[in-house]
């Protein structure tokens, strides 16, 4: 990007709640359902039909509000935004414009070890509109997801690069995702981003135009699409040509941003109070209710890892990145006597196979501790260790129990190695050949065929010495 520019970028990110039912009706709020089956007289606002608020809606957005430490409405209300499109079956959204339920906060993001915060304008609760499936030269229209609860989280302006927008994307959904209001499926759609970005002169106040970026769902498009509209921007001011108010979409198979339409404006919406929702009244109590049962927020609880346990920053990160990952670290922590053992194990073994959804333990925390206590006491080599997290998950068999059974316990007596090693260099010529030449590196594959030979089961200092003293001997012969 040309240096002597700067570019001026906020997010407005549609968040799909994770309730049970839609926000103004008792349809489930479900995903890969038959089209047009997941419906009713409300949410395709059918003549008559009122809406009615549920309150899971409320409380997830109120719990976004406090994890962001936003100033939370006591008094809010909806209103109707007004546009026309196949998707849309009133011909008009229930959102919140003129008084949402949030106001402020911050959301922090690391960029290279760097810290800031990015301040948000506001969180407000409104409802998603249909989908249209193109097929062919047809477009049908599937309704399901008509109804169903989002909060759009609507940033104030101040990441400056693509690599700040997409560390604020990741820290939203984290926190997000920690606190259980929604699943963050980007690749479903319940997290979509508008990007609204525009560029002027390093040194200048006054905004340049902004252009604003339709429905991107991946992290990574944002900051391709931002790349790609920086550019553009920068080269029309360079030919003395006006950047258009307008919205634009990315085109993944292009690598470019392309028109849309001309931007509309609050205006274009004709937006007016929603006469059938009364104004939305939270007490004190309530909010307070809603706070505690919340849990800490994923830094504190990274943080705590490292003072409590010793974890390594980066480690840490990694096992808050969702609530049910934590809890069920913990529970493994707590059956250890060796925590950092445990957590290192943890991450490479267990955490792999999960994922963000994931709500099911794969290996008990008895057996997954017993695990980390036999490497700690060095009763298993670390190979050792990998299988038996795989093979006590598989059966639920004592972890001890298939140690003794299987022979993988290690094999620190010399007497019982030595046998092992010697069939090992007799079983490998070329590498002997190799080591006595000069290649040292030839010695670990005598290593490798003494660990399979053993079982995985070889002390590996012990055995490391042996093949070299054996090594040794052969080298006096010649």
């Not at 009713?40 to 606002?45: E, K, N, S």
């Not at 546009?83 to 402020?104: F, N, S, V």
Request: proline share 4%; with cysteine.
């Amino acid at each position: 990007m040309n240096t002597s520019y700067e570019a001026v970028i906020g997010l407005e990110v549609h968040v799909e709640l994770k309730t049970d039912t839609k926000i103004f009706c008792s349809c489930s709020n479900g995903f890969s359902r038959e089209p047009n089956t997941n419906v009713c007289p409300i949410c395709l606002g059918l003549p008559g039909a009122l809406p009615m608020l549920g309150e899971k809606s409320v409380e997830y957005a109120l719990r976004a509000g406090i994890a962001f430490g936003c100033k939370i409405n006591k008094k809010s209300w909806f209103d109707r935004k007004n546009y026309h499109y196949p998707d849309l079956p009133k011909g008009y959204q229930i959102t919140q414009y003129e008084m949402p339920i949030c106001l402020g906060g911050e959301v922090p993001i690391d960029v290279g070890g760097e810290k800031k915060s990015i301040r948000l304008t506001r969180i407000h609760m409104e409802e998603d509109a249909g989908k249209l499936i193109h097929r062919g030269d047809k477009s049908l229209i599937d309704y399901n997801r008509a109804g169903v609860p989002l909060i759009e989280i609507v940033s104030e302006p101040d990441m400056r690069t693509p690599e700040e927008a997409k560390a604020y994307l990741n820290s939203l959904r984290r926190i997000l995702l920690f606190i259980g209001v929604s699943d963050c499926k980007m690749n479903e759609g319940s997290l979509r981003c508008d990007v609204n970005v525009s560029v002027r002169r390093k040194g200048e106040a006054e905004f340049g135009t902004k252009v604003e970026i339709k429905n991107l769902n991946s992290v990574n498009y944002v900051g391709r699409a931002l790349d790609d509209e920086i550019k553009r921007q920068i080269a029309l001011i360079e030919r003395g040509e006006i950047v258009d108010a307008e919205t634009r979409r990315y085109n993944e198979d292009t690598d470019h941003t392309e028109r849309m339409r001309k931007k509309e404006g609050a205006v274009d919406y004709r937006y007016f109070t929603e006469p059938n929702i009364p104004p939305l009244i939270l007490t004190d109590s309530y909010i307070e209710e809603v706070r505690r049962r919340m849990p800490r927020l994923p830094d504190e609880e990274a943080d705590a890892l490292v003072k409590e346990i010793g974890v390594k920053k980066e480690d840490a990160y990694l096992l808050t990145s969702t609530s049910f990952i934590l809890d069920y670290f913990k529970k493994c922590a707590e059956k250890s006597k060796n925590k950092s053992i445990c957590a290192n194990l943890f991450i490479s073994e267990v955490l792999t196979l999960l994922d963000e959804n994931s709500k099911k333990e794969y290996i008990s925390p008895e057996n997954f501790g017993e695990i980390a206590d036999m490497f700690a006491d060095g009763k298993i080599v670390s190979g050792v260790a990998k299988r038996l997290v795989k093979m006590s998950a598989e059966s639920g068999e004592s972890p001890v129990v298939i140690a003794e059974r299987e022979r993988l316990l290690k094999i620190s007596d010399e007497k019982v190695l030595r046998p092992i090693v010697l069939k090992a260099i007799d079983a490998n010529p070329k590498a002997v050949s190799d080591y006595l030449g000069g290649k040292i590196a030839a010695a670990k594959q005598l290593m490798g065929a003494v660990m399979r030979e053993s079982g995985g089961g070889a002390d590996p200092i012990i055995s490391e010495k042996l093949i070299l003293e054996e090594l040794e001997k052969i080298k006096n012969k010649i």
